[in-house]
């Protein structure tokens, strides 16, 4: 037995699953997880000594790989001040200062612990802003393991085939509506019949979580407009895409201006931090300033802030999304070649450095027509992959990711494992 099925076999009887979330079970792929060891750059290492290329950079935010020596400098430095105070530290203000110069929608920001802390919060102070309580979602968008947002959500929730989570009162499941991401016409629809209500509408501007999905031309504009024209709030979830799609987000690449904004992964620079923030009038309704509530013990960090704010500066220096879109091109066009080598059909789905390639024959435009995809097929891909040293999301329905880290030499390996892994995903 390896030193990973050992950890795993302890780990299942005092984790669920074995695991601290789900997607890192293998359940989607079949087998056992392999347990970490170290990482740096562009690699991982387990705790039986083989090591991987990792797409996966912890779910995202690592775009500088592992263990960045600047990265790895500030949280020194600032552990070595001490790692929490319960009180302001000048890194707070340095970080949000960085963060309204990248991204200006996001005039004022709270720091919080997670992704879904932030989107929980977002949503609370749209509903105080607006007198509404009823919130719209697109299916196969996750935004976070809150109440409201498990209605038809990706990432892990698609990845294990619920439809919904247990747990959630149908009242509370009764406020949030869905509709297919992509769908201008049901968009239109919506709105005319219940625009009035919607406190919110909250969308991954480029979703992520059911794998990459890009949006279709119209689709953020017409979704402004109509927010504007019946007083509903956009909140953008870019946890994800932020500071990776662009220097400024999905909405500086989409050139469209979210009302609120929820950021996490890159921000924390591979530490526990999330933010959500936006126009100034709606986050001084943030207590202590105004009557919304939230509150965190560990928010605003001063290891964590250190962290995501070497990230940042770091993502200043010039060329770096140009090498992240050519890194991502790269990656894509070794998937879609070994696809093609090996008579597999295979769509590739990619902006910048996010991607997934989806074992379909048809474009995939949401959740629905991810769902077509042959999650079989990916399982082999996947351990065939994994097999020749290449670690990709465990699940069809997930991105990947490059980095900074990966070099010419770290992509052709991975075309070359692609080649390989295809023919046996056939």
Not at 15 to 22: A, D, F, I, T, Y
Not at 310 to 323: D, E, K
Request: proline share 5%; aromatic share 8%; glycine share 12%.
């Amino acid at each position: 037995m390896s030193r990973s099925e050992e950890l795993f076999e302890r780990a299942k009887a005092v984790l669920p699953g074995g695991v601290n979330s789900p997607v890192r079970a293998f359940r989607a792929v079949g087998g056992t997880p392999f347990f970490v060891a170290r990482a740096e750059g562009s690699r991982l290492t387990d705790v039986d000594g083989r090591t991987y290329f990792d797409y996966v950079c912890s779910w995202g935010p690592l775009i500088l790989g592992h263990a960045h020596p600047a990265v790895l400098q500030a949280i020194c430095a600032a552990a070595e001040r001490g790692w929490t105070y319960g009180a302001p530290c000048e890194a707070e203000v340095d970080l949000a200062e960085a963060v309204r110069q990248r991204m200006p929608a996001v005039e004022m920001v709270r720091f919080v612990n997670s992704g879904t802390e932030a989107t929980m919060a977002a949503l609370r102070v749209a509903r105080a802003a607006t007198r509404r309580e009823v919130v719209l979602k697109f299916e196969g968008c996750y935004h976070g393991h809150a109440d409201s947002f498990l209605v038809k959500a990706g990432s892990g929730v698609a990845t294990l085939g619920l439809p919904d989570s247990p747990g959630v009162p149908a009242a509370l499941a009764g406020l949030t509506l869905t509709l297919p991401f992509n769908d201008t016409l049901a968009l239109d629809e919506l709105f005319r019949r219940r625009g009035d209500t919607l406190a919110a509408v909250i969308v991954e501007p480029y979703v992520g979580n059911c794998g990459f999905i890009a949006p279709e031309p119209e689709f953020h504009a017409a979704l402004r407009a109509l927010c504007d024209r019946h007083g509903a709030l956009l909140i953008f979830d870019e946890v994800m895409t932020g500071f990776r799609v662009s220097a400024g987000g999905a909405q500086e690449r989409l050139h469209v201006r979210p009302d609120l904004t929820t950021l996490g992964k890159i921000i924390g620079g591979g530490m526990p931090v999330g933010a959500y923030g936006g126009r100034a009038d709606l986050m001084r309704l943030v207590a202590p300033e105004g009557p919304v509530y939230q509150a965190g013990t560990l928010a605003g960090n001063p290891v964590a802030m250190a962290a995501g704010l070497a990230t940042l500066q770091a993502l200043a220096s010039p060329g770096v999304y140009a090498r992240l879109e050519e890194s991502g091109a790269r990656l894509e066009a070794g998937l879609v070649d070994g696809a093609e080598a090996a008579g597999v059909p295979l769509v590739v789905n990619r902006v910048g450095s996010m991607l997934t390639a989806f074992f379909t024959d048809a474009p995939v435009t949401d959740y629905a027509s991810a769902k077509r995809s042959d999650t079989a097929r990916y399982g082999r891909f996947f351990h065939a992959m994994l097999d020749g040293g290449v670690f990709l999301a465990a699940s069809q329905f997930e991105a990947a990711f490059v980095s900074l880290a990966h070099g010419a030499s770290d992509l052709e390996e991975a075309a070359g494992a692609a080649r390989r892994a295809f023919a046996k995903a056939r």
